[in-house]
Structure formats: structure tokens, C-alpha cells
């Protein structure tokens, strides 16, 4: 845990979880790991791109 103590445990939790959903799109967009197909949609591309956006609120001082 390098990165706790210096960006907070807001910061790192928030960009986990983001980074975690947009895996998550593009393994189910192109169907990676074995995974079912599912198309990336407008409202999952629209999530993820408020999610960022949360987390640049949040990084922002």
C-alpha cells in the first residue's frame, strides 16, 4: 500500500472501482476470457465516463 497513504483512501478506492468497470466493459465488449459478448452501450460507455469524472471531482484540490 504505497499509494494509500499519499492520494487517500477516497482517491484509491474511487479509481478501483472505476478501473475495475471499465474492464469489465471491454471484457464483455469483445468477449475476452471467455466471457459472453455483451455490446458496449451507450448508457454502460456513459457510466464509465461518469465515473471518471467523479473521480477527477474527488482528485481535484
Known amino acids: 500500500m504505497v499509494l494509500a497513504p ?3 483512501a477516497l ?3 474511487a479509481t478501483a472501482v ?3 468497470l471499465l474492464t469489465a466493459v471491454v ?3 469483445f468477449g475476452l476470457l471467455s466471457f459472453a459478448r455483451q ?3 451507450l ?5 464509465v465516463i461518469l465515473l471518471i469524472a467523479g473521480v ?3 482528485v481535484r484540490r
Do not use: E, F
Open 18 to 20: 472505476t478501473g475495475q
Open 39 to 41: 455490446p458496449a452501450t
Open 27 to 29: 471484457l464483455d465488449h
Open 56 to 58: 477527477l471531482l474527488v
Open 11 to 13: 482517491v484509491l478506492g
Open 6 to 8: 499519499r492520494v487517500g
Open 43 to 47: 448508457s454502460r460507455i456513459a457510466g
